[in-house]
């Protein structure tokens, strides 16, 4: 079946550094992609719907500066925490849409970021 | 995740069947979506239905839907150890997931 993939799984990082996260669809194209937070024992949190091609659409509350979100490809869309804080520490999932308007929405694996 | 509301919690023993219930606000939902989650790993997609269908059976899963009642619900038979995670429900709401809370399931031997 389709598989949506990401990377890193988790990552440590300083506080003040940057990391990206990669999401990629690995056998469908995805005109669409999501970037979800999650925290433990919680739902999911949306936090940007990125679009190939065009600029990223962000949730109410959601820093666009902090959270760069970049879609190049039909197979690829990547989240940067910029200047990554303690209170940034999270587990963040994407998530494709198979298709220009498939019903079908995968998700990653997700990726846990520690800042120390 | 406050339009998709779910119980937290339920508790089942092994070989029993499984009934997880959802409640969500947005009549023009287009889709309901069913997707499990282990610890510290992603979401699995466990099944779809369309909003014009009442049930869906896949193998062990039964979905039915009462869109006159706004009810989703997602039956597990033969519920197995395996199956012990969390389980969200969501609709696609504006070309977007919207989560409920998600239920813990746990299943005892």
């Known amino acids: 079946g389709a598989v949506v993939s990401q990377h890193p799984s988790w990552v440590i990082c300083k506080s003040g550094t940057s990391v990206k996260i990669e999401c990629r669809s690995l056998?469908?194209?995805?005109?669409?992609m999501f970037w979800y937070r999650q925290f433990p024992k919680q739902s999911l949190i949306l936090m940007a719907t990125s679009n190939e091609g065009s600029k990223a659409t962000y949730e109410q509350g959601v820093e666009k500066d902090k959270f760069l979100i970049n879609h190049a490809s039909l197979t690829l869309s990547t989240l940067t925490v910029t200047s990554a804080h303690p209170e940034d520490s999270s587990f963040y999932i994407c998530?494709?849409?198979?298709?220009?308007?498939?019903?079908?929405?995968?998700f990653g694996e997700g990726s846990w970021l520690t800042v120390v | 995740g406050e339009d998709v509301e779910q119980s937290l919690f339920l508790s089942v023993r092994e070989g029993d069947s499984s009934v997880i219930n959802c409640t969500y606000t947005d009549s023009s939902s287009t889709y309901l979506y069913w997707y499990k989650q282990e610890p510290g790993a992603g979401l699995q997609l466990l099944t779809y239905i369309f909003s014009n269908m009442d049930m869906k059976q896949d193998q062990r899963l039964t979905v039915l839907l009462n869109k006159k009642d706004k009810h989703l619900s997602l039956r597990i038979a033969d519920t197995q150890t395996g199956d012990s995670a969390i389980y969200f429900c969501a609709e696609l709401q504006g070309g977007k997931l919207i989560f409920g809370q998600g239920t813990e399931l746990s299943v005892k031997p």
């Open positions: 056998d469908f194209q995805a005109t669409t």
């Open positions: 998530s494709a849409r198979q298709g220009r308007s498939g019903n079908t929405i995968y």
